[in-house]
């Protein structure tokens, strides 16, 4: 099906785990400044029409591999869908650098279109879900996205609201960044993140969840400049002039560490973002903001230990029932 400059392409050639559970569909996007774009909507056959809907959007480094959490959503009446953005996932293609953008708006065209696909579906309340800095832009896409007036309300799993740098880092880092990625875009930096939280997922380590290593290493991709930079300006102006409108419910963990290698600890911690930005910025990203500390879990609060993420999923799913009732 053509739409204006968007393809929509049914994938059946994916490496994917999940295509038992789920279908897939590419959407065909206006080529970038590295050429062909694409981003791959996800929709769980377990759904049916006219059901309240959540659109689940994975991290950096990420891509969707999380079929217990769209159980969690059919059970409790909700049809599940998930995006995996440009150069994310089933997205990225060869050509392109993985997880790379100029600014995070690039991305608010796939989630338009994925609003646009689940509202042909259901003309009941959209959800939208984000994890880390899926949960940056959804929280901006909130705040100008095309078609925000679809959303009904906003989840956001650890948002990336701040850099984990120092004060002197935080100074420093955006001059440096624009003045290299000026000469060199693709310049980037190896190794940023400590591999220990992906060791503490994958059931090959100490986890227990099996992904692909390709779209989700565990030394993760590198973190490029001028990735950095779009960041960090998605940031500042959530800091400074958000103003969502729709309740949201923020979940963070109870403690950040910066581990150095596995520990029971680092199973029952934040070890990507510190928790406290969360606290301090959350509060004042909109009207109606709850924040929700869950004790002992994970980054990715839904790949917690299983005591862990159940009484996430009690407290999501109390929130939405306050808003939504059955």
């Avoid at 990420?62 to 909700?78: E, K, L, N, R, T």
């Avoid at 689940?118 to 899926?134: A, E, F």
Wanted: hydrophobic residues 40%.
């Amino acid at each position: 099906m053509v739409a204006g400059s968007n393809v929509y392409v049914h994938n059946n050639s994916l490496k994917s785990m999940l295509t038992d559970e789920f279908n897939f569909l590419t959407f065909v996007l206006p080529d970038d400044y590295e050429g062909k774009v694409t981003a791959s909507f996800i929709s769980a056959k377990a759904n049916h029409s006219q059901r309240k809907s959540i659109l689940f959007i994975h991290g950096w480094s990420d891509y969707f591999f999380h079929p217990h959490v769209a159980h969690q959503f059919d059970i409790h009446g909700y049809d599940f869908y998930a995006l995996e953005l440009r150069k994310f996932g089933n997205s990225l293609l060869s050509h392109q650098h993985p997880n790379y953008c100029r600014s995070v708006e690039e991305y608010f065209k796939e989630i338009s279109l994925a609003l646009r696909e689940i509202r042909k579906n259901s003309k009941q309340p959209i959800v939208l879900l984000g994890h880390s800095t899926g949960g940056l832009i959804t929280g901006l896409y909130m705040n100008s996205g095309a078609e925000r007036g679809l959303v009904s309300a906003l989840i956001l799993n650890s948002p990336f609201l701040e850099m984990k740098i120092s004060r002197f880092s935080s100074f420093v880092m955006p001059f440096v960044t624009r003045m290299i990625a000026s000469i060199l875009p693709y310049s980037k930096i190896e190794n940023t993140v400590s591999p220990v939280y992906n060791q503490s997922l994958h059931k090959d380590y100490f986890g227990e969840w099996d992904f692909n290593r390709d779209w989700k290493p565990i030394n993760h991709f590198p973190t490029y400049f001028a990735w950095l930079i779009a960041v960090s300006g998605a940031q500042a102006k959530l800091k400074k002039h958000s103003a969502i409108k729709v309740p949201t419910l923020i979940l963070h963990s109870s403690k950040s560490i910066n581990p150095k290698k596995m520990s029971e600890e680092a199973q029952r911690s934040d070890c990507v973002l510190n928790v406290e930005h969360i606290r301090q910025i959350g509060p004042k990203l909109g009207q109606a903001i709850t924040l929700i500390e869950i004790k002992d879990a994970l980054h990715d609060i839904f790949l917690s230990k299983v005591e862990v993420r159940n009484h996430a999923f009690e407290e999501m799913f109390g929130w939405l029932e306050k808003r939504f009732g059955e």
